[in-house]
């Protein structure tokens, strides 16, 4: 059973600080890998994807990747309350087609 | 916006009963992937359609069955209702063959109510 875990939360940060959610994942098979932002009752919106071992930059975004830990997070600097919402990690199945696998999310909470 | 339309935004059924959801994907766009997002939990794979044909099922039962049509849009169809059914269901769309794999841009999905 491929999986993705995610801590469900809720993340609760005072603004301005930094949101660090972490996501692993079981099949080392995974390639791509997704962060997507959802407001309640909205559909998910991506804002970070990632392919390659490292760091990589988007505005106030960072997301991370470990391929050997089978690890990805995201940071988000100077958060706001604009960025309450639930982060959906999602990874790529590897079994051939365009197929998303995705954790049930972490809720984040931004107060003032 | 992501270009991919979806309607109804919201429906009630009842149990026994059966439901269309239809989708248009992003212009130029061949892959269509529909997803089910039950409360408190992310998307689960149902379905995806690349140029007509099924190209890949979860692990859902027949009665979810779907079809794309030669413009690229997409219907999923539901039979004999259960109340677990009751979810958002999302239609993602993508260009298959290029780029790397799993970007999808997703619709802004159809609530069903199972009664």
């Known amino acids: 059973q491929k999986e993705v875990e995610q801590n469900s939360g809720p993340l609760s940060v005072p603004e301005g600080a930094i949101a660090s959610l972490n996501c692993t994942y079981s099949d080392r098979g995974s390639q791509s890998f997704f962060w997507y932002r959802q407001y309640s009752g909205k559909s998910p919106e991506l804002i970070m994807f990632?392919?390659?071992?490292g760091d990589k930059e988007d505005g106030r975004f960072t997301a991370q990747l470990n391929k050997a830990s089978q690890y990805v997070s995201l940071l988000i600097r100077d958060s706001q309350p604009s960025d309450s919402a639930t982060y959906l990690c999602a990874v790529n199945d590897p079994g051939g087609y365009n197929k998303l696998i995705f954790g049930a999310g972490t809720r984040l909470a931004v107060h003032p | 916006e992501t270009g991919v339309t979806q309607s109804p935004t919201h429906l009630i059924k009842t149990r026994g009963q059966q439901v269309t959801l239809r989708c248009s994907s992003q212009s130029g766009h061949n892959t269509v992937s529909w997803y089910q997002q039950a409360l408190g939990q992310g998307p689960q794979f149902i379905f995806q359609y690349y140029r007509e044909e099924e190209n890949g099922r979860g692990n859902f039962p027949p009665r979810f069955s779907g079809l794309q049509f030669p413009n690229y849009s997409s219907e999923l169809n539901v039979n004999a209702l259960e109340l677990d059914d009751s979810a958002l269901y999302l239609c993602?769309?993508?260009?298959?063959?290029?780029?790397?794999?799993?970007?999808?841009?997703f619709g802004e999905g159809s609530r069903l109510t199972v009664l």
């Open positions: 990632i392919y390659s071992n």
């Open positions: 993602a769309s993508s260009l298959g063959g290029i780029g790397f794999p799993g970007e999808l841009f």
